[in-house]
């Protein structure tokens, strides 16, 4: 696992183990899963993030959360960074270093030899010089192979490092080929076989993979595939030159790799291998990279972390669950995190609004139709109902409560007996998922109303209420800088940070619509910034329209070196204000943000020159020192 040795001088020296969280916490508040107490404040309350990577990865990297005075990595500010090895992080007088805990390959190989009677078989290399047409025309790939394509083109796109590109798409790899475990590895340059492994997945550090041909290094320089009964090492190709290869191994009782994965394979080391060209070593890929949050649950707040255990628990019961919350907390997620941590992770997960059907076609939707069942515009043959689509998976019905009392009843049927009736079909079809409803309605009063049925109420054996942004403030932060960096890609904004006064008018809103409103608050203001890195409160425009200022916190009092006209009460009254008031309060809020540059600070408000800026400050009484946290 990764490590972080923490030294503050010669007085404090820490070593923390990364867990297995997605995202953990940095910052002065005790509430942090790394604590960096501060008396003297220049470390924030949350100051940093660690986020993995990609899920399973045992890679992680550093984003900084506004922090007042910065995060560093080898005296370089940084908003984002992929954390390597040797890497020191900087925050206030501490130093972390970051240690991935790699063994070199000489000291650890990951594949051994050993005699078998099921001697490997070396495959035809040709597949490997395909492209990816010729592959596609070759063989015929699978919907999850063909996603698989589409988002790795999508990340070489975006020019995602080779290094890191194998990383991300090392667990779906693994998945669409119906492998357990494996690893990808470059050969170093100048070195004949000796080879570093890039990123490994579902093997630690000393696990092995067994295979018999001893010879597998030759093969593989050839550029030719090598097939075992349940492993395949698969070269990965530059032209002529082979780069690195894949190596992955099936579970037992699995069936044996062939042509069609070998070709596949390949083609995906094309994708990637171009990312690698042009660096000192293929083991360093420096260039920068798209760093994107797991699509998870984003909270390190009590009630989130409450709710992860009961997520937990709902999974290992392996029930039928009822999520209740309201619009836009984030259900859908809730249910997804419960599938993926269960036993039906491995089938699909289908979500599926129950209020988006008209009434007319809601029970051939939802139980499907038999074949020439007489339904206006069905289809001749039949179709499948919700039910067996997620076969061996998990249902997810949201707003369930919008199913009529007749639907309800028939959805009880379902699951109480394990099987379907088509409509017009002459016999029921078993299926086997889980099912987990969501509604925003409160289906006990439902019940006691008569627009719910009890029985199907109580089918539900866990139930989880998922709590409201309103509750779980300490997200909001975090959440903002998950969607402010979803957003600047999606949207190709250079946006990458918000202002103190943003962040502020973020945590002091009340979230009506949950998380939901956040995302698309933070959307719209990363779509107004073309030209700048950071998103003003300004840029927040009817949420900062309805909070004209907001308290300066007792640290940011100390940071910002200060204007005794500064306004730190919280006004809600919609008198209009001055110009000049609206300016010097921009003025204000762009040399926090800028921690006192003077200069960036007037070309981040369009003025014309440092003059232009200096005289504004000049009239409106602020120091030329606002902002500096050099000077505190």
């Known amino acids: ?124 290399g040709n597949t ?27 990340a070489a796109n975006r020019r995602t490092s080779g290094k890191d590109l194998l990383e991300q798409m090392l667990p779906a790899v693994l998945q669409v080929n119906g492998a357990a475990r494996g690893f990808v590895a470059a050969f170093r340059e100048g070195s004949k076989g000796v080879f570093d492994v890039l990123a490994r997945m579902g093997m630690s550090p000393r696990d092995q993979i067994e295979i018999t041909n001893a010879d597998f290094l030759s093969v593989l320089q050839c550029g030719q595939p090598l097939v075992e009964s349940r492993v395949i090492l698969s070269p990965i190709l530059e032209h002529e030159t082979v780069m690195g290869f894949f190596a992955l191994e099936r579970p037992e009782g699995g069936a044996s790799f062939g042509q069609p994965e ?22 360093r890929a420096l260039h920068h990279a798209v760093m994107e949050w797991p699509a998870a649950l984003i909270g390190r707040s009590a009630p989130m972390q409450e709710m992860r255990q009961q997520i937990l628990q709902a999974a290992r019961a392996g029930t039928n669950i009822l999520l209740q919350g309201e619009s836009g907390v984030g259900k859908e997620l809730v249910a997804l995190a419960i599938h993926e941590a269960g036993r039906y992770a491995s089938g699909p997960f289908l979500a599926r609004n129950c209020a988006a059907i008209t009434e007319t076609l809601a029970e051939a939707e939802i139980f499907g139709h038999a074949p020439r069942s007489g339904i206006a515009g069905a289809d001749a043959e039949g179709a499948p109902g919700w039910f067996e689509q997620a076969m061996n998976g998990t ?68 139930r989880i209420q998922v709590p409201p942004l309103r509750d779980r403030v300490d997200d909001v932060p975090l959440l903002a800088f998950y969607f402010l960096d979803r957003y600047a890609h999606k949207l190709d904004s250079p946006a990458r940070t918000f202002s103190h006064q943003a962040l502020r008018v973020l945590e002091s809103y009340h979230w009506p619509g949950n998380v939901r409103e956040l995302e698309n608050r933070i959307r719209t203001a990363v779509s107004k910034v073309r030209d700048r890195e950071i998103v003003f409160s300004w840029d927040l425009q009817e949420m900062a329209s309805k909070m004209h200022s907001v308290s300066v916190t007792e640290e940011e009092a100390e940071v910002i070196d200060g204007s005794p006209q500064r306004n730190t009460s919280t006004k809600r009254d919609g008198a209009p204000r001055p110009m000049s008031t609206i300016e010097k309060e921009k003025i204000l809020e762009t040399l926090e943000a ?28 602020i120091p030329r020192s606002y902002g500096d946290t050099e000077l505190v």
């Open 128 to 154: 490997a010089s395909l492209t990816q047409r010729e592959v596609q025309r070759e063989m015929k790939l699978t919907e999850p192979q063909k996603e698989l394509l589409e988002s790795l083109l999508q």
């Open 262 to 283: 070998a070709g596949f394979l390949a083609l995906l080391g094309k994708i990637a291998v171009s990312r690698l060209r042009g660096t000192a070593s293929r083991t």
């Open 395 to 462: 249902l997810f019905l949201d707003e369930v409560h919008a199913l009529t009392l007749g639907l309800q009843d028939k959805f009880l049927r379902v699951l109480q007996e394990k099987e379907v009736w088509r409509v017009r079909g002459r016999k029921p079809v078993a299926v086997n998922a889980q099912v987990i409803a969501a509604s925003d309605h409160v289906l006990e009063d439902g019940t006691r109303g008569g627009t719910f049925r009890a029985p199907l109420f109580f089918r539900f054996g866990k």
């Open 594 to 621: 800028t921690r006192g540059n003077i200069s960036r600070a007037a070309k981040l408000l369009g003025y014309r020159s440092r003059q232009t800026m200096l005289n504004k400050m000049d009239r409106f009484e």
């Open 1 to 124: 696992m990764p490590q972080l040795i923490i030294h503050r001088g010669t007085s404090y020296c820490q070593e923390y183990v990364f867990s297995n969280a997605d995202c953990l916490l940095i910052g002065r508040g005790r509430g942090n899963d790394i604590h960096l107490p501060d008396s003297s404040r220049r470390v924030s309350r949350c100051h940093a993030a660690l986020v993995r990577l990609a899920p399973r990865s045992e890679r992680y990297f550093l984003r900084d959360l506004g922090s007042l005075r910065g995060t560093s990595v080898a005296g370089q500010a940084i908003f984002q960074h992929i954390l390597r090895e040797g890497d020191v992080i900087e925050i206030a007088d501490y130093e972390l270093i970051y240690s991935a805990q790699e063994p070199a390959v000489e000291d650890f190989n990951p594949l051994r030899v050993v005699l078998r009677s099921d001697a490997g078989q070396v495959l035809d």
